[in-house]
């Protein structure tokens, strides 16, 4: 009996690793069924292989309908290896915010007067929107916009054109520091930014910050086009975005990660 037992727990290990080596194959989360036929398992026995490592943090369920990757305990035992890059441990969690929502989603931090676009995903869909390179204006996007919010208001004019009219991109594009400054205010009041086709006429852009500890203020946005996020998509944009955020603030090799962001603005 004793064998057995032991035998029969040497079996649930050896499948449980055999599950994190694939996870940690794949880019992006798996679903149950991919998980299922890569591991040549049925079905009920992968979910109750998930069942133990999600419980003990080695794997994490992302998206609707659930999808699986890698877990904060699995990263945690890394984390004598050196920091990770930001845009490998943010990928999971970013596209599958992507994903559930059809939208590009961007995390930028600024540099200058402008905003460094440190990872994008992209939407499993024919329609996407496109970055638009790894720098941007401050002034007229969401992801700036957010974060000049966070600024204290003296150091808002290091991050911005240093004249006026700012350049005009469409009839929307804030082009002055009092129409700038009225419109921080109002981010700070709702702890959101939105970009309504000031940078690109036909796309809308919801920004919040990352609710991190940390000195580096970083935002995530969702970009799409302006009839799939109007006004009325909001509030449900904005849960999902807030939890996309919040889980992305819980990565616990952030905090290396982050650094070698500084490093890389000192030396910009």
């Known amino acids: 009996m004793e064998l057995n037992s032991t035998s029969y727990h040497s079996q649930g290990l050896t499948r449980g690793l055999a599950a994190l080596r694939v996870l940690g194959a794949e880019p992006q989360p798996m679903s149950l069924a991919a998980l299922s036929r890569a591991l040549d398992l049925p079905k009920p026995t992968v979910v109750r292989l998930l069942a133990v490592m999600e419980r003990e943090g080695f794997v994490t369920r992302v ?11 699995l990263y945690a035992l890394t984390e004598s290896l050196g920091p990770a890059d930001l845009s490998q441990l943010t990928a ?5 915010l992507a994903d559930e929502l059809g939208f590009t989603t961007n995390l930028g ?4 007067r402008a905003v460094l676009h440190l990872a994008v995903e992209e939407p499993a869909r024919a329609l996407r929107i496109a970055a638009g390179g790894f720098l941007d204006h401050t002034y007229c996007t969401g992801l700036g916009k957010m974060l000049l919010s966070a600024l204290d208001p003296e150091d ?3 991050h911005v054109p240093l004249s006026e009219p700012y350049e005009r991109f469409t009839d929307a594009t ?4 009092t129409s700038l400054d ?5 981010i700070r009041e709702r702890g959101t930014a939105i970009d ?7 796309v809308r852009c919801m920004a919040i910050l990352v609710p991190t500890a940390d000195e580096l203020a970083i935002s995530l946005s969702v970009s799409g086009p302006a009839g799939e996020l109007g006004a009325g998509d909001e509030a449900r944009v904005l849960h999902v975005l807030n939890e996309a955020a919040a889980a992305i603030a819980e990565l616990p090799r952030l905090s290396g990660a982050l650094q070698t962001v500084r490093d ?3 030396l910009a």
Do not use: C, H, W, Y
Not at 174 to 177: E, K, S
């Open 156 to 158: 808002v004019d290091e």
């Open 109 to 112: 931090v600024l540099q200058g």
């Open 182 to 186: 009225r419109e921080l205010v109002r």
């Open 92 to 96: 999971p969690t970013m596209k599958a």
């Open 264 to 266: 890389r603005l000192a």
């Open 196 to 202: 309504d086709q000031e940078r690109n006429r036909g």
């Open 174 to 177: 804030i082009t002055d520091r």
């Open 63 to 73: 998206g609707q309908p659930p999808m699986f990757t890698l877990g904060p305990s």
